[in-house]
């Protein structure tokens, strides 16, 4: 069974950081591209990052660029979202998600529609 796991969310103070992670079971990430996305109450989903099969290839949104680092390490079968300079804005239900395709190109890789596999989510609140 194909299951992504998301694991690090955690109340934080402005500034803070945290170190996201998706992990896969019953399939190797080796051939999947990977998007997080975040989910405020309220608003829609928003593509935070993604990034290739390889990781070569990274992308951002504009709201996360510089403070954000999408990484994966295949031999672990893991993807990670290092957030840094976290901001109140920030707060959301953080999902990583799979498609079956080595490249997305940028114009789609953070659209949420291109992916087959969802993990269940982790909450990330930054307050004070």
């Known amino acids: 069974q194909l299951q992504l796991v998301e694991s690090g969310g955690d109340l934080v103070q402005p500034g803070g950081s945290l170190r996201l992670s998706c992990a896969a079971s019953g399939f190797t990430l080796d051939y999947y591209a990977i998007g997080w996305f975040r989910q405020a109450p309220g608003k829609e989903r928003e593509g935070v990052s993604c990034?290739?099969?390889?990781?070569?290839?990274?992308n951002y949104a504009d709201s996360v660029r510089g403070r954000f680092t999408i990484s994966r390490d295949n031999a672990k079968n893991t993807v990670y979202l290092q957030m840094n300079s976290l901001k109140p804005e920030d707060t959301a239900v953080y999902y990583c998600?799979?498609?079956?395709?080595?490249?997305?190109?940028?114009?789609?890789?953070?659209?949420?529609?291109?992916?087959?596999?969802w993990g269940q989510g982790t909450q990330v609140t930054v307050s004070s």
């Open positions: 998600a799979a498609v079956n395709q080595r490249f997305l190109s940028f114009n789609l890789c953070r659209n949420w529609r291109q992916y087959n596999y």
């Open positions: 990034i290739s099969s390889s990781g070569g290839s990274t």
